[in-house]
């Protein structure tokens, strides 16, 4: 196995375990590996101090294992168990009323790079390294024996999450089985999962515990959701007793599956109405009085140097909700951006209050569900932030 030596003073961070390697503390390597292949890493005195993938970019190496092992089938499966032992002991794992929950969340469960969210029969494999990508086959043949038969297909989706520098021609693909059946349920209510052409693995499942929220502040109140995606928010509106619920997304083909999924849940019910819009001119132009809003748009913020502008433009959209939201209405306003955290998040939400000269209440601080969990050695791995207000 090739060895990647580290300059002097540059272990600390492995020693607090964390999970990352970056390119400026590499001294030198005993010879070049190829990306994505397994190096084992040793400090300026020549300590072994962890193994993992090697990658070219600002992370050079991501830390699978503090100790020394093979990274083989056998290690990929006790991970993967592990895994699943937590999304048991949390409860989202064996319910008939939910059968989607996600089992690997890169660093927060010690695989980092790899995701796998699980729609009923179906995972989703993602991978954003060039490591798990390689390891891919090895990784699908882990988790069906770990998952046995409550699992018949496995599908692989990292077209859009792998570095385009390493050049991998990758291909989204059924690594086993090609079911077709692509309706999950998530709290009882079902969805379909659009894995092979959707944004993430299909669905956002790290919003579940906050859409159970929103049910019950539904009732007898006219909802808009704005960046609805697949409808997930509105639905849950719906079975909370909303009176109407409005749905907007600039994707005509996420509306599509928004009305797909509605009509799953309520045939025939005429409170739902979905919009095929920007965002900002449906917030200009909108005539309903809403008094139920909910703004969860993608990352406006991918790296910490659009960290400036994604502040603006949180500000910017929730300035616009505050004042259009009727006296008396609930905002659950979100950033999914890595680089963004809660104070920043807060002080952009707290700038547009003010802006809009409107009284506002914090009623929650709301996060990712534990199926997402943050390793405690990388706070990195917190990244969903949002706010539940009242607004007067």
Not at 58 to 66: H, N, P
Not at 72 to 86: G, I, M, N, S
Not at 250 to 263: C, F, G, M, R, Y
Request: proline share 3%.
């Amino acid at each position: 196995m090739k060895q990647v030596f580290l300059k002097r003073g540059k272990d600390e961070s492995l020693r607090r375990f964390h999970p990352w390697i970056f390119s400026g503390a590499i001294h030198h390597m005993s010879e070049q590996p190829e990306e994505g292949e397994v190096v084992e890493v040793y400090t300026s005195e020549n300590e072994y101090i962890a193994t993992g993938h090697y990658q070219i970019g600002s992370i050079m190496v991501r830390v699978l294992s503090f100790e020394q092992e093979n990274i083989d089938q056998k290690f990929y499966a006790h991970r993967l168990a592990v895994a699943l032992d937590v999304r048991k002991s949390i409860g989202v794992v064996g319910r008939a009323d939910n059968t989607t929950y996600r089992l690997v969340h890169g660093e927060g469960d010690n695989l980092p790079g790899l995701v796998i969210d699980i729609y009923g029969k179906t995972a989703v494999m993602q991978a954003h390294s060039v490591g798990m990508h390689v390891d891919r086959l090895t990784i699908a043949n882990a988790l069906k024996d770990v998952m046995q038969d409550s699992l018949d297909n496995i599908y692989y989706k990292s077209e859009t999450t792998l570095p385009f520098k390493a050049e991998l021609g990758q291909e989204n693909c059924f690594l086993l089985g090609g079911s077709t059946d692509d309706v999950a349920i998530e709290n009882g209510l079902k969805f379909h999962v659009d894995w092979l052409k959707g944004q993430k693995t299909g669905f956002f499942v790290d919003q579940r515990n906050n859409r159970s929220l929103l049910e019950h502040y539904a009732k007898g109140r006219k909802v808009l959701n704005m960046f609805c995606y697949t409808g997930g928010f509105s639905f849950y509106a719906m079975r909370g007793g909303a009176e109407l619920v409005h749905s907007v997304d600039s994707s005509q083909k996420a509306i599509d599956l928004t009305n797909a999924n509605v009509e799953l849940n309520f045939p025939g019910d005429t409170r739902h109405k979905a919009f095929a819009e920007d965002a900002f001119k449906f917030l200009d132009q909108m005539e309903t009085p809403y008094d139920l809003i909910i703004l969860d748009p993608p990352a406006f913020a991918k790296h910490k140097d659009a960290l400036r502008n994604a502040l603006k433009g949180y500000t910017r959209l929730n300035k616009k909700a505050f004042e259009k939201i009727k006296p008396g209405g609930i905002l659950f306003t979100f950033s999914c951006s890595q680089a963004v955290d809660k104070d920043h998040f807060r002080t952009a939400v707290f700038s547009a209050a003010a802006a809009a000269k409107r009284k506002v209440r914090i009623l929650h601080q709301l996060h990712q569900p534990a199926d997402h969990p943050i390793n405690i050695y990388h706070p990195e791995g917190e990244y969903l932030k949002g706010l539940v207000l009242y607004v007067e």
